[in-house]
């Protein structure tokens, strides 16, 4: 059974995977936000929750809009150490990293693009040009389209690390001002 420390010591780690995650899609920050409870977490920081912080994956929201087109994001990942979940996958990348008990822990990074600028229908929406079966970009997020909205630049540490920018530069809202 798992301990505290255990599910601590993965959400810390989910944390380091995450800015691992960003590094690697660096040249597309632009197009990336950060969604879900890593955002929610960032946001209002640690102190301020009523409950410990856990969650053991990343999800970040592409705009295929604004997204590069060199490296492609597959090749980024994968340069950096991420695979994906499975032949068929498209959105999910793995990594695996060691605990301090020298287990191998799967990692999650989700990657989405909401439905509202998805650029075309189906699971597997990816724009005509593409040419990689799992191009990440192609995964469609519902309901998370509102939370594209939000854009503005944070700061995201994880074990003494810390990503200057990890989400893309914009107006941002209310909720961020």
């Not at 989910?14 to 632009?30: P, T």
């Not at 977490?41 to 999800?59: F, K, N, Q």
């Not at 650029?119 to 469609?140: M, N």
């Amino acid at each position: 059974m798992a301990t505290m420390n255990d599910f601590d010591e993965l959400y810390v780690m989910a944390r380091r995977v995450l800015l691992d995650a960003l590094n690697a899609l660096g040249d597309h920050r632009d197009a990336i936000v950060l969604v879900g409870a890593q955002a929610v977490y960032l946001r209002v920081g640690d102190s301020e929750l009523a409950v410990t912080p856990y969650t053991t994956d990343g999800d970040l929201v592409i705009d295929p809009a604004v997204l590069a087109e060199i490296p492609p994001l597959e090749r980024a990942l994968m340069d950096a150490g991420f695979y994906p979940k499975a032949k068929d996958s498209v959105g999910v990348w793995l990594t695996t990293r060691k605990t301090s008990k020298q287990v191998d822990a799967s990692i999650a990074v989700d990657l989405l693009v909401p439905a509202s600028v998805s650029p075309g229908t189906g699971r597997r929406a990816a724009p005509p040009r593409a040419r990689h079966p799992r191009r990440p970009h192609r995964a469609r997020a519902r309901r998370r389209d509102r939370r594209r909205r939000c854009h503005a630049p944070r700061r995201a540490g994880g074990g003494g690390r810390t990503l200057r920018r990890c989400a893309r530069r914009g107006p941002g809202c209310a909720a961020c001002r």
